[in-house]
C-alpha cells in the first residue's frame, strides 16, 4: 500500500526565545553557513535541505521579529516529531506526498487533458514532465511528475498545503489528532483528480474532515485578532487627527467581516 511522506515543512513563530532555542537542536547534527530567503537573514545547511532565519514584518511601531525555520526532502519526514515539542511554532506550508513506481499506462498529456479546472498546467522536458492542478495562490494545491531515479521511473503525488491548511493540518497533529496519512487521504479526496491516477495514490485510512472543516475556529481567531488591532490603530488615529477616510475604510471592512461572521 502506498505511504506518504512529509517533503517539505516550514514552520514560523514570532516567540524568539523559543526559536533560539531550537537553534541549538539543529546544529547537533547538521552543518550551515550563512544564507537568506525572501527577508529572512540566517543559515541554511550545507546539503541544502534545512534553512532557519530571522526577519522584521510590519513598520514602525508595528515593526516585529518573525523567525522560521524550513526543512525540505526526507529532512520535513525525519524531524517531523521533534518539531512536534516547538509550542508556538505554527507551519506556513507543508508539503505530503506519495511516490509510486510510474505505471505503463501514465501519460503526462493525458492527465493533462483530463483534469478539467480552469487553472491548470503542465511542465514538458526531454525527460520528466509535471502537471499542475490548481493556483499555486491557493491553500491547497496538487502537482503531479514524473522522476528519473539511476534510471528508474517514478511518479508522485503531492499536496502544498498553505494558509489555513498548514496551520490547521500542523496543529491537529501536534495534537495527535491526526497522521500524515490522514492529511494525505483528506487532501486526495479533496483534489480533482482524475482516474486511474486518482486510483494509483489511494492511500489506506479515514480522511480527517476536521482539517478541513475546522477552518471556522481559525477564520474567527484571526478575526477577533484584526478587530483587537483595529482598535488600537483607530485609537492612535484619534490621537493624531488623522480620522476620517481611515475610519471609513476600516468601519466597511469591519462591517464586511461582522456579516461573514454572522454567516
Not at 519526514?77 to 508556538?88: D, F, I, L
Not at 479526496?189 to 480527517?208: L, N
Not at 475546522?214 to 488591532?229: C, F, M, N, P
Request: hydrophobic share 35%.
Amino acid at each position: 500500500m502506498n505511504k506518504p511522506y512529509l517533503d517539505y515543512l516550514r514552520l514560523a513563530t514570532w516567540d524568539t526565545a523559543k526559536y533560539a532555542f531550537l537553534l541549538g537542536k539543529l546544529y547537533r547534527n547538521d552543518s550551515f553557513q550563512p544564507a537568506k530567503w525572501l527577508q529572512y537573514r540566517g543559515k541554511r545547511s550545507v546539503d541544502g535541505r534545512i534553512f532557519h532565519g530571522m526577519g522584521s514584518q510590519g513598520r514602525g511601531e508595528n515593526e516585529r521579529r518573525h523567525a522560521i525555520v524550513e526543512f525540505s526532502g526526507s529532512e520535513s519526514h525525519e524531524w517531523r516529531k521533534e518539531c512536534r515539542s516547538w509550542e508556538s511554532f505554527y507551519a506556513t506550508r507543508l508539503d505530503v506526498q506519495v511516490t509510486i513506481e510510474e505505471p505503463p499506462e501514465h501519460l503526462a498529456m493525458a492527465l493533462y487533458e483530463k483534469v478539467h479546472r480552469k487553472t491548470k498546467n503542465i511542465i514538458i522536458s526531454p525527460t520528466v514532465c509535471t502537471v499542475y492542478l490548481g493556483s499555486r495562490r491557493s491553500d491547497l494545491f496538487t502537482r503531479i511528475y514524473e522522476k528519473d531515479v539511476n534510471n528508474r521511473r517514478y511518479l508522485r503525488c503531492e499536496f502544498e498545503l498553505k494558509g489555513k491548511y498548514s496551520r490547521n493540518a500542523w496543529r491537529s497533529y501536534c495534537e495527535g489528532a491526526t497522521t500524515v496519512a490522514q492529511i494525505f487521504v483528506t487532501c486526495h479526496q479533496r483534489a480533482k483528480i482524475p482516474s486511474p491516477w486518482r486510483e494509483w495514490f489511494t492511500v489506506e485510512g479515514d480522511a480527517y474532515p476536521t482539517l478541513l472543516q475546522g477552518e471556522q475556529s481559525v477564520d474567527l481567531r484571526a478575526k477577533l485578532a484584526y478587530l483587537h488591532d483595529t482598535e488600537t490603530a483607530l485609537e492612535r488615529m484619534f490621537m493624531a487627527h488623522e480620522t476620517r477616510g481611515a475610519v471609513i475604510g476600516m468601519i466597511e471592512r469591519l462591517e464586511t467581516m461582522r456579516l461573514s461572521t454572522v454567516d
